[in-house]
């Protein structure tokens, strides 16, 4: 299951960047790689502590279409961990670099992420992101991570 859910948050990424960098068409179904890996009311904690619930971060992503051509992620595997599963949710955490995010006033940082997914055999992973907890991970102990995966991104 910890490969189902690495694989799903990577394709959420993927998606998200590749929509933020104005990366296919601004349509519905140019919208459809995020939304098919994320529940409709999909709640977020952001690093700074605001909360976004009942999918409005897909609202707000929506209208963000070409906002931003040098934003990068990068989900290293190996900071990738299940916490817990059962018969309906699988929780994971994982660190996530960024690079250019226009939000943060740095050229890159990175965050940790906690996930809740619900189980669901239509997506593409078996899984749908319902429930993210951000932070930000302390500037002094970013030196440890290997930032190539998000160098390779760029």
């Given at each position: 299951?910890?490969?189902?859910?690495?694989?799903?948050?990577?394709?959420?990424?993927?998606?998200?960047?590749?929509?933020?960098?104005?990366?296919?068409?601004?349509?519905?179904?140019?919208?459809?790689?995020?939304?098919?890996?994320?529940?409709?009311?999909?709640?977020?904690?952001?690093?700074?502590?605001?909360?976004?619930?009942?999918?409005?971060?897909?609202?707000?992503?929506?209208?963000?279409?070409?906002?931003?051509?040098?934003?990068?992620?990068?989900?290293?595997?190996?900071?990738?961990?299940?916490?817990?599963?059962?018969?309906?949710?699988?929780?994971?955490?994982?660190?996530?670099?960024?690079?250019?995010?226009?939000?943060?006033?740095?050229?890159?940082?990175?965050?940790?992420?906690?996930?809740i997914c619900l189980k669901d055999e239509t997506a593409p992973h078996g899984l749908v992101i319902w429930r993210l907890h951000e932070?930000?991970?302390?500037?002094?102990?970013?030196?440890?991570?290997?930032?190539?995966?998000?160098?390779?991104?760029?």
């Amino acid at each position: 299951m910890e490969e189902n859910v690495y694989a799903t948050v990577t394709a959420a990424n993927t998606a998200i960047v590749k929509w933020i960098n104005g990366d296919g068409p601004d349509t519905d179904a140019g919208f459809a790689g995020l939304r098919a890996v994320c529940h409709p009311d999909l709640s977020i904690v952001h690093p700074r502590g605001s909360h976004q619930d009942h999918g409005a971060l897909l609202s707000d992503l929506r209208g963000a279409h070409d906002m931003n051509r040098d934003f990068r992620i990068a989900t290293p595997r190996e900071h990738a961990r299940l916490l817990h599963e059962d018969t309906n949710t699988v929780v994971a955490e994982f660190i996530e670099l960024q690079a250019g995010s226009k939000a943060v006033g740095r050229p890159r940082h990175a965050r940790r992420i906690t996930v809740i997914c619900l189980k669901d055999e239509t997506a593409p992973h078996g899984l749908v992101i319902w429930r993210l907890h951000e932070s930000f991970v302390p500037a002094d102990e970013e030196s440890d991570f290997d930032w190539s995966p998000l160098e390779a991104a760029t």
